[in-house]
């Protein structure tokens, strides 16, 4: 044969293997993700607080994908009663042949040391026979910051403190999860948002507006107070991930569910609670005074709460990871927290 058809044959047969390497790399990783996820006995999360929309979403969206999710929340508030709807909209259309949805919810506050402990004996209590501690709590209790100086001392105790309080109530908890199981052991916190990422730092310094500065403060505590426990942790065999939202203010971070339909339009009241759990949308439908309310908790797509997944299950999580809403082009992909207006 010439020379220019075994130059063929040759590429024909280079294309034939990168094909079947791939093949064969998109079924190992299949695979490890499949001996990594967690047994069923250690799916336990805790999600400190539903009471934000982003705590909820993340509660009802894991327990959809079937983690056992235990829910931090005010006592009758909204959060509660929002999470309750779900979870008996979904049991009640689940299959008979397909385990229903698993979420409690427990009356825990961040910035009470008697609430956190109670809360730890109550998740202990939630825990099934045999299983002795939970695979990874998902601290998303605090405030913006935002508000003037009154704020400030509300939102580092919340914020800061608070997570120096999560880390010491639940850390033995996760670590008997992380000797029974070589992958658990998580402790998550929200990291740097929009407004205090790298490029917004420019920005504060020259605004003078006490709110920008008391948010700034916070975020960047809970920063330095999530690296200090990450090195303080890791000898327990403990991760400590930071959740950056580089889309997303503070605001819109800790902000409530969102009331999609006033109470007065009956006509689109729905009749039982609903929810879109395959389009990580948590929209509950709860009986206020009088008539029926629907609300939304969609913070993330469905992207970025698989990034939280993936952070959940991977055998060797990163120190940060981002839930991006703006998917990056590779021209405007940084390695910081800058955002483009």
Not at 18 to 46: C, F, H, Q, W
């Amino acid at each position: 044969m010439d020379p220019l058809t075994w130059l063929s044959l040759g590429l024909q047969l280079a294309a034939l293997c990168s094909i079947v390497g791939a093949l064969l790399l998109y079924l190992l990783r299949k695979v490890r993700v499949a001996e990594v996820l967690p047994v069923d006995s250690a799916k336990t999360v805790l999600v400190t607080s539903v009471d934000s929309a982003l705590g909820l979403q993340i509660a009802t969206y894991l327990s959809g994908k079937g983690w056992r999710v235990i829910a931090g929340c005010r006592q009758g508030g909204l959060g509660a009663r929002l999470a309750e709807s779900w979870l008996q909209a979904h049991v009640a259309s689940t299959p008979e042949d397909q385990p229903p949805p698993r979420l409690v919810t427990l009356e825990l506050d961040v910035a009470r040391e008697d609430l956190l402990e109670e809360a730890a004996r109550a998740t202990a209590q939630h825990l099934p026979a045999g299983e002795h501690g939970v695979w990874a709590v998902i601290n998303t209790a605090g405030s913006s910051g935002r508000g003037g100086a009154a704020c400030w001392e509300s939102a580092l105790r919340s914020n800061v403190l608070g997570a120096l309080r999560v880390a010491r109530t639940f850390s033995p908890m996760l670590a008997a999860a992380a000797s029974d199981h070589p992958y658990a052991g998580r402790l998550f916190y929200i990291g740097l948002t929009s407004d205090t990422a790298c490029d917004s730092l420019s920005r504060l310094e020259n605004e003078t507006s006490e709110g920008n500065a008391g948010a700034a403060a916070v975020r960047w505590g809970t920063w330095g107070a999530a690296r200090a426990l990450r090195a303080s942790l890791r000898a327990r065999g403990l991760h400590v991930v930071l959740l950056h939202a580089p889309d997303l203010s503070a605001a819109e971070i800790y902000a409530p569910p969102v009331q999609l339909t006033l109470p007065s339009q009956p006509s689109s009241r729905p009749e039982t609670p609903s929810s879109d759990v395959s389009s990580s949308t948590a929209t509950c439908a709860v009986t206020m005074p009088g008539e029926a309310a629907e609300y939304s908790a969609k913070v993330l797509p469905t992207s970025a709460l698989k990034v939280l997944e993936e952070a959940l299950i991977s055998p060797s999580p990163r120190d940060s990871y981002y839930l991006k809403i703006k998917q990056d082009s590779w021209f405007t992909r940084m390695p910081s927290l800058r955002v483009a207006h």
